[in-house]
Structures are given as C-alpha cells and as structure tokens.
C-alpha cells in the first residue's frame, strides 16, 4: 500500500537508526503490554470455548512482529480520521499521490486505474493537475471513463484497444488545445461509439429521439446511436476525433437560410471520409429545425393549429389565434422562434421541444430527420 511505504519512508528520513531501533522496541513492548491486559485475556478467555472454529486455542493479539512492525502498525489520519473511514474518493487521491511520489527515482512507468472515482469535480481537477505536473518523466498508462480527464490530460494521447489499436496522435494540435482549455465536452463518446449523431442545441436531440420512438418504440441510444449536443464547442472538434477513428457520424445542422454555402460547400470539406455525413433541410426557408416543423405541420390550419396548441403557452397561443390565415399563423409561429443573438429564444426551443417530446400529438416532420438516423 502506498500509504505504507509513505509512513516508512518519514521514518526512514526523520530518525536516525539507533532512534528507529528504539521506537520499534518501545512500540513492540506496548503492543506486548495490550496483549498481557486483563481486558484482552478475558476476551481470549471467551473465544470459540466451544471449538466451533478449531479444536486448537483461538485468541486474538497485536502483532509483534519485528520486520517491518512499526510501519505497518501505524496509519494515517486525514483531520484526525483514520485512513480507513475518510471515504473512498479521498482514499482513492491520497494514495494516487502516494504512488507518483514513491519512489521516485526508481520507477519509470506509473499505471493507473480510474482516477475519477470521487464525486467532487473540484478535487477530480485538483488531482488531474497533480498528475499532469508531478509524474516528471515518468511514463504513465491511465484508464478512465472520464472525457474530461482525457480532454485535460490531452486528448492525443488516447489509446484505444478493441480489435485493433488505434492512438490520436495525428490530431489537429488546435483541437487538442481547445479540449485541454474547455474539458467539458463529451469527447469520449464519440472515441467509443460506433454511430453518433451531432445537433445544435438540445431541442434538436429531444425532437429526433421523439421521431425515433415513435418509429420504433425505444429511444436510439437503446440501439447504439449517441445523439451528442456539441453546444458552443462546434461540430468540427467532434469530427476530427471522428476522422481519426472512423467513427460513423451523422451531423444535423441548421442551413441558416442558405443551403448551398453551409450544407453543400460544407460537405467537401469530407469528401474523403465517408464515416462523416451533413444533413439539413433543402429549403432556405426552412433555415433551422423549428421553421423545418412548422411548414411540414402547416397543410392545413387544422393542422397547424394542433401544433400551436402543443408547443405554444396560453399566453403565446392567444397571441398566435388573433392571426386569421394559415400563412399568418405560419410566419408568426417561425417568428416566434426565430433566434437572433441576444434575444434570448433559445429557452422557447428547449421547452417546446419538451412538450412535443412529452406529447402525444403525431406531428409532421421532413424527411431529412428521418434520414438521418440511416446508418446503412
């Protein structure tokens, strides 16, 4: 145990040999005095008198030992609380740290196992600096299912052992340095998934799962398929941990009015990785997810106003009826969730979203939401 040799290795520098000698003997002698205490000779006297355990004397004593006693006899205390009881994930960073510093000068590989078994991600980062910074020039193998210890701890170094062996040491150092300032991002999900599917903002991956369960019953992750939401990052980090891996992804994207510039001149840019596909509407009017539902669901204002009813308040949905023809109704719904920076809709997508998802109601959708999720 590492807190073992730490113990040993204070002793070994604060004390001379013969103090050492000394304090092994004093210690011994204690441990012998416990043993001969009429409060230990009474429990002895009690202990398995029935045989039940062994035909032999039963008893319990404190080791006395000479090799080695005193060290492995102590222990540590963190605030006064014994090693033992401060709770694994402390236990866990103690003696992670240990194991880096014995030693040191002797050992030149470190392995280690899942140093993010704690709930506190302020001592998670904590500890992640530490190792960064004190395993010198030591070589270190760490597993983890944390995409943020792999972002921090640089991305590029990743080895991924399945059938085969594969490492990201080809990828694109401004990637790598992005991750390692903004952790936060899932990473990792899209290194041990074999399809995902990258959107926007969270409304995109609430309606494609309502779209999916509908088709099929179950949600898609049930079937393999990780719906990722790339937020502020932007869906070219994900792909280029895409483009090393092969990992097959599908990106929905809005064409932000004008399909050509971002949806066709975008899809060059991976003419060569096939694992990598765009999908958005075709129609410059349908410039976002919201205005591409609302013209599927604006047939007939039967139909349109089934949809207002869901995804409106009471409020909003006033509004909307003092509006008196299908096309009226249409351009205020697409109003309404039109963003423009600053002015704040993005709360009305998510919670619209929300109760489509929640919903009952069988509404339209383009054909492209279906496509999507077609990974033949």
Known sequence: MGKNQYISSILNTALEKEELVKLTLNYRENQQIFNDSEEVKTVNGNLDTDHLITDKKLTIAASTLPAGSIQTGLQLKVDEVPFQFIGKGEQSNVQIKLAIQNKSKDIDLVMMEEPENHLSHTN????????????????????????????????????????????????????????????????????????????????????????????????????GIDIIVVRGVGFDTFIAVGKEIGTKIHVLRDNDGDYERNVIAARLEYTDFPNIQLFSSES?????????????????????????????????????????????????????????????????????????????????????????????
Request: hydrophobic residues 35%; proline residues 3%.
């Open 124 to 223: 998670l980062s904590r500890l992640v600096h530490y190792i960064e910074n004190q395993r010198s020039n030591k070589q270190l193998f760490l597993t983890t299912h944390s995409s943020y210890v792999l972002n921090k701890l640089s991305i590029d170094k990743i080895c991924l052992l399945q059938s085969d062996y594969k490492r990201l040491d080809r990828l694109d150092p401004k990637v790598v340095k992005t991750l390692k300032r903004l952790p936060g991002y899932d990473t990792l999900r899209v290194a041990l998934s074999n399809r995902v599917i990258l959107v926007e903002g969270p409304s995109d991956e609430l309606v494609l799962k309502k779209i999916y369960y509908r088709k099929h019953g179950r949600l898609p992750e049930q079937d």
């Open 284 to 376: 410059d009017l349908e410039f976002s997810l919201e205005p591409a539902l609302i013209y599927a669901n604006a047939n007939n204002l039967e139909m349109l106003d089934a949809f207002a009813e869901m995804v409106l308040s009471t409020q909003t949905k006033n509004l909307y009826n003092k509006k008196s023809t299908l096309e009226d109704r249409r351009e205020f719904l697409i109003d309404w969730f039109r963003s423009i920076k600053g002015n704040g809709k993005g709360t009305r997508k998510v919670d619209s979203a929300i109760k489509l998802f929640d919903g009952s109601l069988e509404f339209e959708y383009p054909a492209f939401l279906d496509e999507v999720f077609n990974f033949d």
